[in-house]
Nanobody, 128 residues
Framework: QVQLVESGGGLVQAGGSLRLSCAVS???????????MGWYRQPPGNLGDLIAV?????????NYANSVKGRFTISRDNAKNTVYLQMNNLKPEDTAVYYC?????????????????WGQGTQVTVSS
């Protein structure tokens, strides 16, 4: 079974920065380097689908939600089976639990992407 472990969240003031990491491991059948990976978030009180905020293809092409474009940068290290999210100029509306998984995963979290699982997420709280 694939395991995803997100880390790097915390409490930061508006305008601050955080770098999230997501380490993927556990299944020899899941080849990290062959999948587009994404970061998703679930704002507080939102019981609906996770919101995709960034994605990175196998060859490094990136795409971002309009709400984070110019502030967030997604990257990956295939040798470490890890995907990162550098978040700069954070805003209170970025407050959420952040998850990673393969992309796309429409209907997440009911859709658990190509990994078949979700990590515990990492909490990001931005104070005004």
């Amino acid at each position: 079974q694939v395991q995803l472990v997100e880390s790097g969240g915390g409490l930061v003031q508006a305008g601050g920065s955080l770098r999230l990491s997501c380490a993927v491991s556990g299944s020899s059948e899941f080849s990290f380097s062959t999948y587009t990976m994404g970061w998703y978030r679930q704002p507080p009180g939102n019981l609906g689908d996770l919101i995709a905020v960034a994605a990175i293809t196998t060859d490094g092409h990136t795409n971002y939600a309009n709400s984070v474009k110019g502030r967030f940068t997604i990257s990956r290290d295939n040798a470490k089976n890890t995907v990162y999210l550098q978040m700069n100029n954070l805003k209170p509306e970025d407050t959420a639990v952040y998850y990673c998984n393969t992309f796309p995963a429409p209907g997440a979290p009911m859709n658990s992407g190509d990994t078949g699982s979700w990590g515990q997420g990492t909490q990001v709280t931005v104070s005004s």
